[in-house]
């Protein structure tokens, strides 16, 4: 495994010979130090992380949400002397303040640019074989949330400076500005709708395209007038605009079926007796994750009547946490970002055929 005692960022735009970086263990320059002192998010629910994932000296764990490398760190930790971690982010920020953190942890730290989708293949280019554990800590990072200009956030302080990014990936084509520029009124209703669940979806549609045929939504503050004057969200224990937020950033980075396809590959992945982390912070990311964990545990997709199986699918997992795990009121005292966290853990099995 990486032969040179030095950390790896494949992939980063802006860092020396375009897809390939390397530093000296241990050595951190100082405009890196303001990198990572820039980037700052609390791991949620660490400890139970640590206790889903179990790692240990020589165990290989794959971080696919690496952000500021903060469970990365306690995985390293944990897994010292010889554990490997392979880090996945889509960020190009996140990969190179997770670079800083986990620099003194030298080649035992892979960090790959890349998606969920990429996983598989992400593997196979590190010659990584099947791996004892893979955490999933979906939604945006606080960093993301922090920076104004990503996009994410909707305060009303600053919203008139505010653009309508929330690209994770800022490679990506589309910005949330072009949706709502370019979307017809079906699917912008049908976001609202699926990914916000938001009373009204169809009015606020409605109002965006009517607005855009004389002015287009560039920033926050435009869009918080619009989503006031349509009026919409009313009886959900949310404000409007943070369920408007949360469609079109999972419109913007396809965030639903990316967290299929990433669990499906990371099942794959595993050894028998790995394990799976997911930590989901809405409703939507926690339903599909336990709906694709429960798929794996049963195995079986004959139709609930058929008197036996006929598709013969084995079940691949076994659920370790029956209910989600939520972090402790002194966690969401110290770290408000956690409320709404679920952590649901299971294990692979062995499939025999
Ligand atoms: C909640 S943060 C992770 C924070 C991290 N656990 C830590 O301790 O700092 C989620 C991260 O996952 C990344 N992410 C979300 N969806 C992704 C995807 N489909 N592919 C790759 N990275 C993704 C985001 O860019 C973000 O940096």
Avoid at 98 to 103: E, Q, S, Y
Avoid at 144 to 161: K, N, T
Avoid at 243 to 262: K, M, P, S, T, Y
Avoid at 289 to 310: D, I
Wanted: proline residues 6%.
């Amino acid at each position: 495994m990486g032969g040179t005692n030095r950390s790896r960022l494949i992939g980063v735009p802006g860092h020396p010979k375009t897809s390939f970086y390397s530093r000296p263990s241990g050595s951190v320059p100082r405009r890196a130090e303001s990198v990572a002192a820039a980037f700052s998010h609390e791991p949620v629910l660490c400890d139970e992380v640590l206790s889903g994932l179990d790692p240990r000296p020589g165990s290989v764990i794959v971080d696919a949400t690496l952000g500021g490398g903060g469970h990365a760190a306690a995985i390293l930790e944990r897994s010292a002397p010889d554990g490997l971690l392979l880090g996945l982010d889509r960020d190009d920020a996140a990969l190179a303040a997770a670079a800083v953190r986990l620099a003194p942890f030298g080649a035992r730290a892979r960090l790959v640019r890349a998606r969920f989708f990429e996983l598989a293949s992400v593997l196979e280019a590190e010659g990584i074989g099947p791996v004892d554990g893979v955490l999933f800590d979906l939604g945006v990072s606080s960093h993301q949330l922090d920076h104004a200009a990503r996009g994410f956030r909707f305060a009303d302080q600053g919203a008139s400076e505010t653009p309508l990014d929330m690209r994770m990936d800022r490679r990506d084509a589309h910005t949330a500005a072009d949706l709502l520029a370019h979307a017809s009124e079906s699917e912008l209703e049908r976001w609202f709708r699926e990914y916000g669940e938001l009373p009204g979806s169809a009015r606020l549609a409605r109002a965006i395209v009517e607005r855009r045929r004389t002015a287009a939504l560039r920033t926050s503050a435009d869009l918080l007038t619009v989503i006031r004057a349509a009026r919409v969200g009313g009886g959900r224990k949310h404000h409007p605009a943070t369920l408007v937020f949360q469609a079109l950033r999972i419109a913007v980075n396809d965030e639903l079926a990316e967290i299929e396809a990433g669990l499906e590959a990371a099942i794959e992945a595993l050894r028998p007796g790995g394990r799976l982390v997911v930590i989901a912070y809405h409703s939507l990311e926690d339903r599909l994750a336990k709906r694709t964990l429960r798929a794996a545990e049963r195995g079986c997709v004959c139709p609930p009547r058929a008197p036996v199986c006929t598709c013969g699918r084995p079940p691949r997992l076994r659920a370790i946490e029956r209910r989600p795990v939520v972090p402790s009121e002194a966690e969401i005292r110290r770290n408000p970002r956690s409320r709404s966290a679920r952590l649901r853990v299971a294990e692979k099995i062995e499939v025999r055929s």
